[in-house]
């Protein structure tokens, strides 16, 4: 069994900034990719950013480019998500995610974490 843990989340003005985390554990993550999804009230949940098995290679959605940051930690069971220049839209929940990167340059989750809320008050 995988668990996903996230943390981080929160309350913040528009133009803030949050750093969520997000801890694996359960089995081995070889060659997993790991990212984030989000979804906000009466929405459906989208892709947020990823980052490949190695770190090497990182993928955003068009509305979070150049604000957000993916990085991985050094043991690659640990991914983190620096978020600045927070906008009211940014507001969702935040959900960890285990996987693959798809042909879109997004990601497919074979994982979830429980979620993690993030408010930006205007």
């Known amino acids: 069994q995988v668990q996903l843990v996230e943390s981080g989340g929160g309350l913040v003005q528009a133009g803030g900034s949050l750093r969520l985390s997000c801890a694996a554990s359960?089995?081995?993550?070889?060659?997993?990719?790991m990212g984030w999804f989000r979804q906000a009230p009466g929405k459906e949940r989208e892709f947020v950013a990823a980052i490949s098995w190695s770190g090497g290679k990182t993928y955003y959605a068009d509305s979070v480019k150049g604000r957000f940051t993916i990085s991985r930690g050094n043991a690659k069971s640990t991914v983190y998500l620096q978020m600045n220049s927070l906008k009211p839209e940014d507001t969702a929940v935040y959900y960890c995610?285990?996987?693959?990167?798809?042909?879109?340059?997004?990601?497919?989750?074979?994982?979830w974490g429980q979620g993690t809320q993030v408010t930006v008050s205007s």
């Open positions: 359960g089995r081995t993550f070889s060659h997993y990719a």
């Open positions: 995610a285990a996987g693959s990167i798809s042909t879109a340059a997004t990601m497919i989750s074979d994982y």
